[in-house]
């Protein structure tokens, strides 16, 4: 049982492994420009601003937007949807 149970993590952490990698080379795919070092990018919610590196962004029309936080981006969705 206990055997099983490691089994299944290590399952779960593969997958999981697996789909950062891919979504990191997509993503590098996508921004050629954004090659190098980190840059710094404005919130467009609310204008603080935020690593390029953060998970909180958005790809709309071939722009990358990106969000200091969860909420800022969900934010910036519900009015690019409406
Ligand atoms: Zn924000």
Same mark, same amino acid.
């Given at each position: 049982m206990f055997t099983k149970v490691l089994l299944f993590l290590a399952v779960v952490a593969g997958i999981v492994f697996f789909f950062k990698i891919k979504d990191k080379k997509s993503i590098e795919k996508q921004s050629d420009e954004l090659?190098?070092? #980190? *840059?710094?990018?404005?919130?467009? #919610? $609310?204008?603080? =601003? #935020? *690593?390029? &590196? &953060?998970? !909180?962004? #958005?790809?709309?029309?071939?722009? /990358?937007?990106? =969000?200091?936080?969860? *909420? $800022?981006?969900?934010? =910036? /969705? *519900?009015? !690019? &949807?409406?």
């Open positions: 090659v190098n070092a #980190v *840059e710094m990018k404005q919130d467009s #919610v $609310c204008g603080s =601003f #935020v *690593e390029d &590196t &953060t998970k !909180h962004k #958005v790809k709309l029309n071939d722009k /990358i937007y990106y =969000f200091c936080s969860e *909420e $800022c981006k969900n934010k =910036f /969705i *519900e009015e !690019h &949807t409406k």
